[in-house]
């Protein structure tokens, strides 16, 4: 199985932050990586797809960006609302597994 | 708008066998374009991909738990299922159903991101 590793594994930021988070496959994964964020409690949510596709509805300060093996998601201006877990998920090779999260908390 | 809806037991004997239905509403599961999938989370593993299926009828399942698994689609309800079999404390997580947007092309058909999911129901194994 692709091994996914995410960092940091919690992050502590402000609102109005801009904050990185990185996604590094085990192996290279073309650009099929997914990011997702989830609240306490609920399922989680598409936030980009196929690397830096921002999903519909989802806000413009989210991107993503990287192909291979090194991936990032970025926040470009933190709100309230975006304190919760991210994840990144490959789809490239079977099974697709998950990174083991980052929890961005407010400082 | 699409939704998803799982149901099944809440909690499940260990050796029998976990039973969990999607419902889908507001779209179809016939549809080519994607792919319908059962995800797992527990404090312990983390986010876990099980298995999807497709309108073709292909399925593909997680190897670590191929010999125990089976989904399964029924178009006419516009329902999707899990069954887990043999099922111990380690099985014990929240379940999700999603929908995968599929991407075909000359190399091949991939999932792309999971843009709708289920609540989630919680099952506990335990005698």
């Known amino acids: 199985d692709i091994q996914m590793t995410q960092s940091p594994s919690s992050l502590s930021a402000s609102v109005g932050d801009r904050v990185t988070i990185t996604c590094r496959p085990s192996q290279s994964i073309s650009r099929y990586l997914n990011w997702y964020q989830q609240k306490p409690g609920k399922a989680p949510k598409l936030l980009i797809y196929a690397a830096s596709s921002l999903q519909s509805g989802v806000p413009s300060r989210f991107s993503g960006s990287g192909s291979g093996t090194d991936f990032t998601l970025t926040i470009s201006s933190l709100q309230r609302e975006d304190f919760a877990t991210y994840y990144c998920?490959?789809?490239?090779?079977?099974?697709?597994?998950f990174g083991q999260g980052t929890k961005l908390e407010i400082k | 708008q699409l939704q998803l809806h799982e149901s099944g037991p809440g909690l499940v004997k260990p050796s029998e066998t976990l039973s969990l239905t999607c419902t889908v509403s507001?779209?179809?599961?016939?549809?080519?374009?994607?792919?319908w999938v059962w995800i797992r989370q527990s404090p312990g593993k983390g986010l876990e991909w099980i298995g999807r299926?497709?309108?073709?009828?292909?399925?593909y399942y997680n190897p670590s738990l191929k010999s125990r698994v089976t989904i399964s689609a029924d178009t006419s309800k516009n329902q999707f299922s899990l069954k887990l079999t043999s099922v111990t404390a380690t099985d014990t997580a929240v379940y999700y159903c999603a929908r995968a947007i599929r991407e075909s092309s000359v190399a091949g058909s991939y999932p792309l991101g999971m843009d709708v999911w289920g609540q989630g129901t919680t099952v506990t194994v335990s005698s």
């Open positions: 507001g779209g179809s599961i016939s549809s080519a374009d994607y792919y």
């Open positions: 299926t497709h309108s073709s009828g292909n399925t």
């Open positions: 998920q490959q789809s490239h090779i079977a099974p697709y597994t």
